[in-house]
């Protein structure tokens, strides 16, 4: 069983930045470590439907991410810590929302997310204007 944890919400202010943090653990379909999943950020506002934000290829390091958010998120990983990141700058008050981090036992990324398997408890972020 995988257990996902995210930190790093929070409220801030239309223009700045956050990161948030994906601290994966438990056991994988290789028993060993996560080298053979990919990585999906999403996030959920309320009365909308979950929309995928960013992924990685946990082993090649490829990214994928939304069109509302190119060029302003970033995603990465760092293989030491089992942990994957999302690095958000110049944030919009639309960028409010619940993220979520998610993992799936495949390399290759995919947008929906009834395709990833593993969910984090998800963490706020609020962006006011």
């Known amino acids: 069983q995988v257990q996902l944890v995210e930190s790093g919400g929070g409220l801030v202010q239309a223009g700045g930045s956050l990161r948030l943090s994906c601290a994966a653990s438990?056991?994988?379909?290789?028993?060993?470590?996560?080298?053979?999943?990919?990585m999906g950020w999403f996030r959920q506002a309320p009365g909308k439907e979950r929309e995928f934000v960013a992924a990685?290829?946990?082993?090649?390091?490829?990214?994928s991410q939304a069109d509302p958010v190119k060029g302003r998120f970033a995603i990465s990983r760092d293989n030491a810590k089992n942990t994957v990141y999302l690095q958000m700058n110049s944030l919009k008050p639309e960028d409010t929302a619940v993220y979520y981090c998610?993992?799936?036992?495949?390399?290759?990324?995919?947008?929906?997310?009834?395709?990833?398997?593993?969910w984090g408890q998800g963490t706020q972020v609020t962006v006011s204007s």
């Open positions: 990685i290829s946990w082993s090649s390091g490829s990214t």
């Open positions: 438990g056991r994988t379909t290789s028993g060993r470590t996560f080298s053979g999943y990919a």
């Open positions: 998610a993992a799936r036992p495949s390399p290759i990324t995919r947008v929906a997310p009834g395709l990833y398997d593993y």
